[in-house]
């Protein structure tokens, strides 16, 4: 990788699951970078996936969904068995980033989206809020963690650990506008070789104003178990809506309050 | 290896891994390098990605590198003569063929001698009684006054390979192939089409190929109907060509190199037999002959030089020329002995003790009951390892009883690679040299330490109580700092040789000499470590890609060092025309530029000028000077043709009497033992074993991390016979061969399914490879991994040429437990 | 019918014990507080003794909730304090996000600690001699105040869980309005339980019956209003498990209407008293304090 990491600027991933070929070695390299033991090992049966789902020592995930079709021969191409490497998507409206009490979760200097350690409390509200489940508790020390989108490394000018040891590069690191750009290219190579229900998710702003770890699909984003832009919304949209329920029920209730004990000089 | 030495003259792969960036057509049969050699794999998706290459995937499973291939073929297993078989037939059937290339760089003008048949499945020659053929029905018509061989240029002569060729793969129509492979004849056609664009000279094609085709008792013919295929496509000798074979082990190229096979000497150099008494006589029984005026046969010309120089490197100053060089200290093994060789000896209690050094015998071998068996017959037994290996624990696996297990066990701990310097050589034949990464761990030691320190045990043995021949010991070399402990750097250095006259490291073994003034360790690594030092030390990489790799063709000249002599593509002189100009401008290899050859090193003499008459033929370490389409180097068969696997349940629809290998070797049944095949009725279901990206073979069973990506034995089972058989994804099953069973989970999944062959339905299951008795699964586990051994499953058979066994086609029943 | 099939792909909080019992307890002591204010507020000096007991009973109530919050923290107080304070090296000043209700929470509780506070120590005041802590008029504005601070601590859990992005949770409105009636009518039915062996205050019993009655047809009505919500975001069937949870919060609204009624009359005269069962109160008001938690439990699990 070339580009020398700046401050100020903004980095992400784009994950190109057309051409992840599922060897998990962006799971291992996180775990061994991060120094994470990873959860007691389970047969899942569920395709090869072992692992099931990004928590707080899997801040990489790689799902597998089996679409192949019972034939002799077929196409393979990124869509029959999709596999897609998961990660925190640094969004830029960030469901957990909004909630977090303590304030334990920063954008950093490379508009990343970061839990610092010491400062998370353990309330579990960004748990709640992420809508892509993946925060996950640490049993050890009771705080918040997810993919730190390898901050120490980019400190110290390293690109991250999974985008390092993936071999097909469909872990692609870099600045954001760069990787947006070079998406683009492949969305439109993709298109036109007829792959047209290959599309991109969160290079735009339709899901939480963009997300820094964005992706290429090749089937909708609920099969790979992300909300569609209809479906991603932000916690904070419950706000009004509670809070308005509450005081309406609030003037009822003092109303009703008043009716029952308003009645004076009478016998219990 | 055999296979590809015995069609273009050295067994290895021919390209290497960033090559293959540069093809049009990628077909990949029998690999799955995405999970296998997923690093590599990174230059399948580059040519897919940069140049829109178009990759095919025939495999019996859809696997996570069909997952990204245009196009997935689910092929029976052990069928991929056919597809090849058919695939040469429609070129040549529709002329798609190179033809410059084929006329003038391969074999096809060349005469068979009258006498050579094939019939009913069987080539001239057999002998039934003995299960082997006579090969010298297989040769040349000669010319009486050179005693080269006869050719005829325009390829109409009825016994010229070519027409041989035409005629015998006639049989291989699309309806023919389907009927053996399950491959539907659309869709093999579909296939066929884009093949036969590759036999344009601006189009190239890589076939990239492992142990899915060499794990049959039909490995070395697969291998060689995927080589005569790019031959016949002009397709060899080119960057983003070439027939690859992707070799295992990060050191396994390495290994064959340095002779871990017992037929050779290191550099390929043949192993002496009984009765050769004079070198004159080995290199006559083993060398090339010429076959062709124009042929350099470079290796049949140099046999001795290499061969003196590596006798003058082990005995030293004991080698001298009236004593042939010392040759009588070399060994002359009167018997096959290969892997399954040495356990059959064991079994039939002729072996008295083995050292198995970084290799499990008791998971990997096939029929891994009876190997179990023969280490239990064995007085002794050494193991030298980092970690407990199956075969270490051998004597209390459960279900054993240990107080019967007569066999004495040493655990000699050992550095792992990691824990030690040294050069890995890659499948791409690049050495490259490594640092250790961890200091070793307890008491462990580095094999070469033990090994040295064994050896001089022996040898002050020899000396203080004397026996039986003891000149090789004394004689040989051990000149290291410290006889105990030499370093790597060392060996590698001894490895390259030296002028014994003036001390210095030779820059190449074309400087070698059979006069004894000079020394090798292994030839085809002489000019890795000259007086400039340890070239595998290179690293001059992507860091500059513009000056590391001026041609842009991923040469990198100056990062590692490539046997031969630092070169990236093997035979690179058919890259470029008769003329000396590349095939296809935009992708050369090495290119004639009026003095010399200019691009990667040159395959050839450097400044030999195409034009001139005398110059030489381009495969210039074959005896013709030109691929073989037509071999008589294989002892199965001079041209591939279609065999069932030992264990089948179709007869071959080419030659139901012939249907299975004439010649695979049936171990039991030599021995005396009964055969141990089953058959369709009692086992209907075709299996196959191999290898998941989570681990490696079965020492990861002992790395948390990758035991929690694959945690627990299981099987892929077709959905379509799950439902039949009632057995839901994740329930436990019994598999069970003639030999053994697993017991084990089932992973129900549709990237497996039915295949129609020979007018039947079939189906084919999935055996990972990855467990057995030891490790962090089978310590989780209440039956202690007792039945998750692949290999009791797997039959005692090999192959004829390699012996390599029969791993990826067998019969099983399956059942709900 | 489902009109919008919300996907989730949330992880669970594992928000559980601890957590329902804060929501349990904040609905108490908020429910409690603002009943105090409005016996106080209504006027009748009779109503006075049982105000005190449930500014006195909200003390407690209001005690809990730190500890079970602390607890759930890993029972360190210093976590409890980074809620407050921002602890980000460099980066001093105090927490606090109008748009986080658990911030929002944080100070909601401190200011509602420090009403309850003065509310419960006035009551125990009164209560042994005449003077109180504050003058009376003081006093009510201050009641006031603090009930507003109470409709929040027994309301914003419920728009705590409903900003994020766990199904059923973030699928409805009404979950605020709702903790706040069931918290209302649980600590209403707390009341009756308390003073029904006291003299002083048994005057309010049926008033405070009376008003549970009133806060558990609310409650009803944003059940009814929650599983509407939910059924169209799709996530009904997550109730499925949960629904003996519902039945008995169900039989706590229940229990409080039946009773309710039995202490409904006509008209503030007094004539016409309607005729209605009238339960027992221990049993009455059991049964509502466990269909509060029912109904907390309910909501909190169907989603995780
Ligand atoms: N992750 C991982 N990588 C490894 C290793 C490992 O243990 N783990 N081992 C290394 C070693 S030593 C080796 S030798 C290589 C082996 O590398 P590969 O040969 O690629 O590995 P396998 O998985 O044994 O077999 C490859 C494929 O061949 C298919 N196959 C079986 N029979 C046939 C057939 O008749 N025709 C066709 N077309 N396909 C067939 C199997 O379904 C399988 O998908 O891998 C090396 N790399
Ligand atoms: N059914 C079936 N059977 C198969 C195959 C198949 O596809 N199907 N594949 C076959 C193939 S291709 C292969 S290569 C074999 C693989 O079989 P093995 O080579 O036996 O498998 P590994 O687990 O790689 O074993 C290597 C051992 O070397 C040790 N080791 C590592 N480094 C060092 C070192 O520096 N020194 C020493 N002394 N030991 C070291 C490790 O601890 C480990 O125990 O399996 C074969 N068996
Ligand atoms: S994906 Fe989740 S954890 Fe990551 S930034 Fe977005 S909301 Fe936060
Ligand atoms: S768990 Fe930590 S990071 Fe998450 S919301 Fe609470 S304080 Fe913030
Ligand atoms: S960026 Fe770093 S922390 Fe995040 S998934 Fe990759 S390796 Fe793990
Ligand atoms: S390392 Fe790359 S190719 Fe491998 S699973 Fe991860 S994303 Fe996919
Ligand atoms: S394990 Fe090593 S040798 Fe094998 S693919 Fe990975 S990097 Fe290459
Ligand atoms: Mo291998």
């Known amino acids: 990788m070339a580009t020398k990491i700046k401050a100020g600027e903004s980095y992400g991933f784009f994950t190109d699951t057309s051409v992840c070929i599922g060897c998990k070695a962006c799971e291992v390299a996180c775990k061994e970078w991060n120094e994470l033991q990873g959860n007691n090992a389970t047969f899942l049966a569920d395709s090869f996936d072992n692992t099931g789902a990004l928590d707080a020592q899997n801040w990489r995930h790689v799902k597998f969904v089996e679409h192949v079709p019972d034939k002799p021969a077929t196409e393979g191409n990124g869509f029959a068995w999709l596999m897609m490497s998961d990660v925190c998507k640094h969004c830029k409206q960030a469901s957990c980033m909004e909630v977090c009490p303590t304030n334990a979760i920063i954008r950093t200097e490379f508009d990343t989206v970061f839990i610092q350690q010491d400062v998370c409390n353990g309330c579990r509200n960004c748990v709640a809020a992420c809508p892509y489940g993946v925060i996950g508790m640490n049993s050890q020390t009771g705080t918040a963690h997810k993919c730190t989108l390898c901050y120490d490394r980019l400190q110290g000018g390293l690109e991250p650990a999974c985008a390092k040891a993936c071999p097909t590069q469909s872990i692609q690191f870099g600045p954001l506008a760069e990787l947006q750009q070079a998406a683009d290219v492949r969305l439109a190579a993709l298109h036109s070789q007829g792959q047209t229900q290959a599309q991109l998710y969160g290079r735009d702003d339709k899901v939480y104003g963009g997300l820094n770890a964005f992706f290429l699909l090749m089937d909708k984003p609920e099969t790979y178990g992300l909300p569609n832009a209809d479906n991603a919304k932000l916690p904070s949209r419950n706000n009004v809506g509670g809070y308005v329920g509450a005081a309406i029920t609030a003037v009822l209730a003092v109303v009703a309050g008043l009716v029952a004990f308003r009645r004076r000089g009478e016998a219990a | 290896m055999v296979s590809l030495a015995a069609t273009f003259g050295r067994g290895a792969m021919t390209n290497h891994w960033r090559d293959i960036k540069n093809a049009d057509l990628i077909l990949i049969n029998g690999a799955n390098p995405a999970e296998a050699h997923p690093v590599g794999f990174q230059w399948f998706m580059r040519a897919k990605l940069d140049r829109g290459a178009k990759i095919i995937h025939a495999d019996p499973r859809f696997t996570r590198t069909s997952a990204v291939a245009d196009m997935y073929l689910r092929i029976r297993t052990g069928s991929d003569v056919a597809y090849f078989g058919g695939l040469i037939n429609y070129v040549l059937q529709n002329n798609l063929f190179h033809d410059a290339y084929v006329r003038n760089y391969t074999n096809a003008s060349f005469i068979v001698k009258d006498g050579y048949s094939f019939k009913d499945g069987l080539f001239s020659g057999y002998d039934a009684s003995k299960r082997t053929y006579n090969i010298a029905t297989w040769s040349y018509e000669t010319d009486s006054a050179t005693g080269f061989a006869m050719r005829d240029l325009t390829l109409q002569h009825p016994r010229s390979v070519f027409q041989l060729m035409k005629q015998h793969y006639s049989r291989y129509t699309p309806e023919m192939v389907s009927s053996i492979t399950g491959i539907p004849v659309a869709d093999f056609k579909k296939v066929a089409e884009l093949v036969g664009q590759m036999g344009k000279p601006d189009k190239v094609m890589t076939i990239v190929y492992a142990v899915g085709l060499t794990h049959h008792t039909t490995g070395g013919q697969l291998i060689r109907s995927g080589a005569a295929l790019q031959l016949l496509l002009g397709n060899m000798g080119r960057p983003g060509g070439g027939m690859n074979a992707e070799r295992g082990h990060a050191n396994i190229q390495g290994n064959t190199d340095h002779a871990i096979s017992w037929e050779i000497l290191p550099g390929y150099l043949r192993i002496p037999a009984p009765g050769q008494k004079t070198i004159a006589e080995y290199v006559a029984a083993s060398a090339p002959k010429k076959s062709d005026k124009n042929s350099w046969n470079f290796f049949g010309t140099n046999y001795s030089k290499f061969m003196v120089s590596t006798l003058k490197a082990w005995f030293g100053d004991a080698a001298k020329k009236d004593n042939e060089f010392a040759f009588d200290f070399i060994p002359k093994p009167a018997s096959n002995a290969s892997w399954m060789t040495i356990y059959d000896q064991a079994l039939k209690g002729k072996m008295e003790g083995l050292i198995l050094s970084g290799m499990t015998a008791a998971s990997i071998g096939p029929d891994s009951n009876q190997v179990r068996d023969a280490l239990g017959k064995l007085k002794w037994l050494v193991v030298m390892d980092a970690l407990p290996t199956t075969s270490s624990e051998f004597w209390h696996a459960p279900g054993v009883d240990a107080a019967s297990v007569k066999t004495e066990v040493f655990m000699v701990p050992t550095t792992h690679w990691i824990e030690k310097d040294g050069s890995f050589v890659n499948s791409g034949r690049w050495s490259q040299w490594k640092d250790q990464v961890l200091p070793p761990e307890g008491q462990a030691r580095h094999d070469h330490w033990i090994l040295a320190d064994v050896f001089q045990r022996v040898k002050k043995l020899y000396q203080s109580q004397g026996g039986k021949f003891p000149d090789p010991v004394m004689a040989l070399t051990f000149n290291y700092k410290d006889a105990t402990k030499p370093e790597l750097d060392e060996i590698a250095k001894e490895i390259n040789g030296k002028d014994l006259t003036t001390g210095k490291q030779l820059a190449s073994f074309a400087l070698l000499k059979d006069d004894g003034t000079t020394t090798t360790g292994d030839w085809i690594y002489t000019g890795s470590y000259t007086e400039a030092g340890n070239l595998m030390k290179r690293r001059q990489g992507v860091q500059d890609p513009k000056a590391n790799d001026p041609t842009g063709m991923g040469f990198f000249a100056n990062w590692a060092w490539s046997w031969p002599l630092n070169r990236r593509v093997m035979y690179n002189r058919a890259s470029a025309d008769l003329d000396g100009k590349p095939w296809d401008a935009t992708r050369p290899g090495i290119t004639w530029d009026g003095s010399k050859w200019v691009g990667d090193v040159p395959d050839y003499p450097p400044t030999m000028d195409p034009h001139d008459p005398a110059s030489w033929l381009p495969f210039i370490m074959n005896g013709e000077g030109v691929g073989r389409l037509f071999s008589n180097s294989m002892i199965d068969g001079p041209f591939p043709e279609h065999y069932e696997p030992v264990e089948s349940p179709v007869a071959n629809p080419l030659h139901p009497a012939n249907s299975a290998s004439p010649v695979a070797f049936l171990y039991d049944q030599a021995a005396g033992r009964p055969n141990r095949f089953g058959d369709a009725k009692e086992f209907p279901y075709i299996a196959t074993s191999y290898r998941l990206t989570e681990h490696e073979h079965y020492v990861t069973q002992h790395v948390p991390h990758l035991v929690q990506l694959q945690p627990k034995a299981f099987v892929e089972i077709p959905y379509e016979l799950a439902n039949e058989k009632g057995i839901k994804n994740g329930e436990q099953v019994r598999v069970s061969s003639k030999r053994g069973k697993l017991e084990v989970a089932a992973l129900v999944t549709k990237r497996l399914g039915a295949l129609t062959v020979a007018g039947q339905k079939v189906y084919q299951i999935g055996i990972p490879i990855h467990w057995g008795y030891v490790g962090l699964s089978a310590d989780s586990d209440p039956g202690k991994g007792r039945y998750w051994l692949a290999n009791a499953l797997t039959p005692f058979v090999g192959d004829a040429n390699a012996r390599t066994p029969e791993f990826k086609a067998f019969l099983v029943n399956v059942e709900k437990l | ?304």
């Open chain 3, 1 to 304: 019918m489902i009109y919008l099939e919300a996907e989730h792909f949330v992880r669970a909080p594992e928000w559980t014990w601890y957590i329902l019992f804060y929501f349990f307890f904040a609905g108490l002591a908020g429910g409690a507080y603002v009943l105090g204010s409005l016996l106080r507020l209504s006027g009748d000096a009779r109503d006075e003794p049982a105000a005190r007991v449930a500014f006195l009973v909200s003390l407690p109530a209001t005690l809990i909730c730190p500890i079970l919050l602390t607890a759930d923290l890993n029972a360190s107080w210093m976590r409890f304090w980074h809620m407050m304070v921002n602890t980000t090296p460099g980066d001093a000043g105090l927490n606090f996000k109008y748009w986080s209700p658990m911030s929002v929470g944080v100070w909601g509780l401190l200011l509602f600690g420090f009403f309850v506070g003065i509310s419960a120590l006035d009551a125990w005041l009164r209560n042994r001699g005449s003077f109180g802590l504050l003058p009376m008029a003081v006093n009510r504005v201050f009641n006031v105040l603090g009930s507003l601070v109470g409709i929040f601590i027994a309301s914003y859990t419920g728009v705590l869980i409903s900003v994020s992005n766990q199904p059923v949770w973030s699928d409805t409105w009404a979950l605020g309005g709702l903790f706040l009636a069931s918290g209302l009518s649980g600590a209403a039915a707390l009341l009756a339980l308390l003073i029904r062996n006291r003299p002083e205050a048994s005057f309010s019993l049926g008033r405070l019956h009376q008003a549970d009655g009133y806060f558990s047809a609310l409650e009803l009505a944003l059940i009814v209003v929650f599983f509407i919500t939910v059924g169209a975001a799709g996530s009904l069937s997550r109730e499925v498990p949960w629904l003996p949870l519902w039945a008995l919060a169900v039989v706590g609204v229940a229990a409080s209407l039946v009773e309710a009624r039995g202490h409904m009359r006509m008209r503030p005269s007094g004539s016409g008293t309607v005729a209605g069962i009238r339960l027992d109160t221990v049993v009455v008001s059991l049964l509502a304090l466990i269909g509060v938690l029912a109904l907390r439990a309910a909501v909190i699990f169907s989603a995780q």
